[in-house]
């Protein structure tokens, strides 16, 4: 009796140990498979995300300066923003600002000390257009006369069609003549002299400077 049971335990492992190697193996892998599988979409999926063009770089550089005036001491103009615009079709959404904190200067300093912008980054390409944002307060002061007087802004941007390029990895320095003596006019109410300021800015100068010219 004893005999028949070994025998039996014997036979029944030997089924046992047979349908355990007859799996596919493919079963017993196939979470591991899966896993395999997520990781590499994962990685494809943050290749594709960090794959994206940056635009090339360049800098733009501004200078204003100014002639002298006669009968005037002091012409104290108050520039708000300075935009460019990138050459594209699209009118309103190729603005750039390169100055948005409104300074105020002499202008007639600026005949022997120019005012000098900091360079600013830009996407290197065509430009074709300058804008300048002139706000208050805008005041004169003439000649053997410490009055105060206010300087009235009829239009307060001006606009200044120039094309030029900044170049990648390079500066762009556009030089700006703000000519005070064309801006400024006089109107008579009465007895009494008011003035205004019609901005007459031209480009003077341009040059490139670094690796990309």
């Known amino acids: 009796m004893k005999k028949t049971l070994i025998l039996a335990s014997l036979a029944l492992l030997l089924v046992l140990v047979w349908t355990n190697s007859c799996k596919s193996p493919a079963s017993s ?72 904190t409104p300074i105020q200067v002499d202008l007639l300093l600026m005949k022997d000390m120019p005012l000098v912008l900091d ?17 208050s307060p805008c005041n004169l002061v003439l000649k053997d006369d410490p009055t105060l007087y206010p300087l009235d802004v009829p239009s307060g941007e001006l606009k200044i069609h120039y094309q030029f390029e900044v170049p990648e ?34 480009v003077v100068g341009f040059q490139q400077q670094g690796p990309g010219i």
């Open 169 to 202: 990895g390079g500066t762009a320095q556009i030089t700006l003549d703000f000519n005070a003596e064309e801006s400024l006019h006089i109107v008579k109410k009465g007895n009494k002299d008011f003035y205004l300021l019609r901005p007459v800015v031209n």
């Open 119 to 135: 360079p600013v980054p830009l996407p290197a390409g065509k430009y074709n257009q300058i804008r300048m944002s002139v706000g």
């Open 29 to 100: 892998d196939q979470s591991g498979s899966a896993a395999t599988t997520q990781t590499s979409a994962s990685n494809n999926s943050n290749s594709s995300s960090g794959s994206g063009t940056t635009a090339t770089m360049g800098f733009l550089q501004v200078i204003i300066r100014d002639a002298p005036v006669t009968n005037v001491d002091q012409v104290w103009v108050t520039i708000d923003k300075i935009r460019v615009h990138q050459a594209c079709e699209t009118e309103d959404t190729c603005f750039i600002t390169i100055l948005e």
